[in-house]
């Protein structure tokens, strides 16, 4: 599976972004998806996820009730609403996928993208 991220750019606080990421190579349908980003200095962390069916999501705490992961398996996409954005949401976003049911909100994924920056000022 190839993922390619996109959508990233710079904006200010309070604003939106969505994050698309593209699959090739193979159907997503059988495969959790997850976001996860990493800023300046620190570790990769876990952002949010969805099971094969897109019946299912969690989010990290930061992001809950701002962002929305969401998936369409027709198209082999996946996606990252992010509304009301902070300073604190500058991170490089990647998404992930693995073959399984269920969710996954470690980094143990099988494949990765490549990353799109997100830019928030204040």
């Known amino acids: 599976v190839q993922l390619q991220a996109f959508g990233g750019g710079s904006v200010q606080a309070g604003g939106s972004l969505r994050l698309s990421c593209a699959a090739s190579g193979r159907t997503l349908s059988n495969y959790a998806m997850g976001w996860f980003r990493q800023a300046p200095g620190k570790e990769r962390e876990f952002v949010a996820t969805i099971n094969w069916s897109g019946g299912t999501t969690y989010y990290a705490d930061s992001v809950r009730g701002r962002f929305t992961i969401s998936r369409d398996n027709a198209k082999n996409m996946v996606y990252l609403q992010m509304n009301s954005l902070q300073p604190e949401d500058t991170a490089l976003y990647y998404c992930?996928?693995?073959?399984?049911?269920?969710?996954?909100?470690?980094?143990?994924?099988?494949?990765w993208g490549q990353g799109t920056q997100v830019t928030v000022s204040s």
């Open positions: 992930a996928a693995k073959f399984t049911r269920a969710l996954l909100t470690t980094t143990k994924y099988d494949y």
